[in-house]
C-alpha cells in the first residue's frame, strides 16, 4: 500500500529492541514515512546508539524518517540551557545510564544516584558530541499527514476546554505537546487520530481501549487516540503502528 506511515513508541535507549522491531517490519519505499514519537534517551543501555543509529537512518531506508522531540530531549535541553538542572538529578529519569553511554563506559545500573562530579559535567552537556546536540535541538515537535497526528504525549485544551491542533500552540500549552498526562485527552478526544507515546499504556484506562484490554503492557486504542508507549527501555517492549491499516508491530516475541 502506497503512503504508509509506522509510527514508533518511545525507545529510551535501546538499541537492540529499536532494531529487532525495525527488521519485522515490512519493506519500505520512498512513499513510506517512518515517525519516531520521542524519548530516544535514557534509561536503557545505549542511548548513544540509538541516537546514532536514528542520525543515520535516512541514508540507510527508501522511506522518509521524521524524528519528533520526546520530553525526554526536552528536558535534556531545558537542563543544559540551565533552565531546569532538576531533570537530571531523578534517578528514576535515566539520565546517568545517557551520560554513561555517551561516555563510553559501563552503564550504571537502573537506579543509581551519580555522583557529584558526574552531576556537574551532566550538567555541562560536554559528554554529547556537537552534531547530536544540534540534532535533539532540532527536533520537531510534532507531525501531521492524511492519516493522523503524531505528537509525543497528547494534545492540550484550552481555556474553553476545546482541544488545541498542535499548530495552534504556544507557551505552555506547546509544551504540553510533549508532557501531557490528562485522562481527560484519552477519554474525551474525538477528531482526526491521535498517535502517542510518552504516558505508558499500563497506565492508560483498559476499560477504554478496543485493542487487547485484557493486556494493559499492549498498544492502547481508544476512541482517537492510540497509545504504543509500551515500555522499551524500562522492562517492556518496542510498539510500531502502520496507519491507515491499523496494524501492529512488536519487538517482543509472540
Request: charged fraction near 20%; include cysteine; proline fraction near 8%.
Amino acid at each position: 500500500m502506497a503512503a504508509r506511515t509506522f509510527a514508533v513508541g518511545d525507545i529510551h535507549g535501546d538499541l537492540d529492541q529499536l532494531q529487532r522491531l525495525l527488521a519485522r517490519l515490512p519493506a519500505l519505499d520512498a512513499d513510506d514515512t517512518l515517525v519516531f514519537l520521542g524519548d530516544y534517551l535514557d534509561r536503557g543501555p545505549d542511548s548513544a546508539g540509538v541516537v546514532r543509529f536514528l542520525m543515520d537512518l535516512p541514508a540507510r531506508t527508501p522511506a522518509r524518517v521524521i524524528c519528533l522531540r520526546g520530553n525526554h530531549e526536552d528536558g535534556w535541553l531545558r537542563a543544559l540551557g540551565g533552565q531546569w538542572p532538576q531533570f537530571v538529578l531523578p534517578v528514576g529519569n535515566g539520565c546517568l545510564q545517557t551520560y554513561d553511554s555517551f561516555l563510553g563506559r559501563p552503564v550504571s545500573p537502573p537506579g543509581t544516584g551519580a555522583p557529584v562530579e558526574d552531576l556537574r559535567r551532566m550538567l555541562l552537556g560536554d559528554f554529547f558530541p556537537t552534531d547530536v546536540l544540534a540534532w535533539l535541538d532540532a527536533l520537531p515537535w510534532w507531525h501531521e499527514d492524511d492519516h493522523a497526528i503524531y505528537v509525543h504525549a497528547g494534545l492540550p485544551e484550552d481555556a474553553a476546554g476545546r482541544f488545541l491542533h498542535p499548530a495552534e500552540t504556544t507557551g505552555n500549552q506547546r509544551t504540553a505537546l510533549l508532557w501531557l498526562r490528562d485522562r481527560r485527552f484519552f477519554a474525551e478526544y474525538r477528531g482526526k487520530a491521535v498517535v502517542i507515546g510518552h504516558t505508558a499504556t499500563r497506565q492508560l484506562p483498559p476499560e477504554l481501549s478496543r485493542y487487547t484490554p485484557e493486556d494493559p503492557n499492549d498498544l492502547w486504542a481508544g476512541p482517537a487516540v492510540f497509545g504504543i508507549d509500551t515500555g522499551c527501555g524500562k522492562g517492556g517492549f518496542l510498539t510500531a503502528l502502520e496507519v491507515p491499516t491499523m496494524l501492529v508491530y512488536e519487538s517482543r516475541d509472540p
